[in-house]
């Protein structure tokens, strides 16, 4: 399965933007690119996927660069309820399965 | 919709004790997935099942079996506990059609310690 590279850890002042990068640039064509969040104590909650264009919910936007090597969860507005690890994760396609493997994510702080 | 329900929350065993970690989703899912979460790590896949009547092997399946013997429930037994198995346990379920991608759902894990 292709990997991601991302920043062990990253600091946002709240109420301000945050851009979480990731790289992938051994990504397949059928790869999706999925993002999930783990607040502490809890299991990994979904926080957006995309396969090439950029893609919003109500949590966050996904930009992909073009050549699909790399990525950016961006979220608008910090909170404090935002401070969580973040994971970005390659998802392909096999025949009967598409498992999501974990790298170890950036965790995010958010100060007040 | 309960989504993931996941039990119990905290477990403690001795050394060479078995027990059943119970895993249920009511969305109707095909996907569903083992993982182990150890301190201060990323999640790592045990067992998954792609529909009733399959599973398979993860990253790391040994000492532990599963089966999936209807769509809503995906039990982790383990045989023979070992201090190595300490860990935080999460069950994952995801729907699939066709070759279209959905996010997977969590549960709130298993909190175990073999001592």
């Known amino acids: 399965d292709a990997k991601t590279t991302q920043p062990n850890s990253m600091e946002s002042n709240e109420e301000e933007p945050v851009h979480l990068p990731c790289n992938h640039s051994?990504?397949?064509?059928?790869?999706?690119i999925h993002w999930y969040r783990q607040l502490p104590s809890q299991g990994p909650e979904y926080v957006i996927h995309?396969?090439?264009s950029n893609v919003n919910n109500r949590m966050a936007s996904l930009a992909i660069a073009e050549d699909r090597k790399s990525s950016t969860l961006i979220l608008h507005r910090a909170t404090l309820r935002d401070a969580a690890v973040y994971y970005c994760?390659?998802?392909?396609?096999?025949?009967?399965?598409?498992?999501?493997?974990f790298g170890t994510g950036t965790r995010l702080t958010v100060i007040p | 919709n309960a989504g993931v329900t996941q039990t119990p929350k905290f477990q403690v065993l001795k050394t060479g004790q078995s027990m059943t970690l119970q895993c249920a989703q009511d969305?109707?899912?095909?996907?569903m997935s083992w993982y182990r979460q150890d301190p201060g790590m990323g999640l790592r896949l045990i067992h998954y099942?792609?529909?009733?009547?399959?599973?398979d092997q993860g990253e790391v399946p040994n000492g532990y079996n599963v089966s999936r013997s209807t769509t809503e429930d995906f039990p982790l037994r383990l045989l023979s506990a070992a201090p190595s198995q300490t860990s935080v346990y999460f069950c994952?379920?995801?729907?699939?059609?066709?070759?279209?991608?959905?996010?997977?759902?969590f549960g709130s894990g298993t909190r175990l310690t073999v001592v």
């Open positions: 994952a379920s995801s729907y699939s059609k066709g070759l279209r991608d959905y996010g997977y759902t």
């Open positions: 051994t990504i397949s064509g059928t790869d999706y």
């Open positions: 995309g396969l090439t």
């Open positions: 994760i390659l998802r392909g396609f096999k025949t009967g399965a598409n498992n999501l493997f």
């Open positions: 969305m109707n899912h095909e996907y």
């Open positions: 099942s792609v529909g009733a009547g399959i599973t």
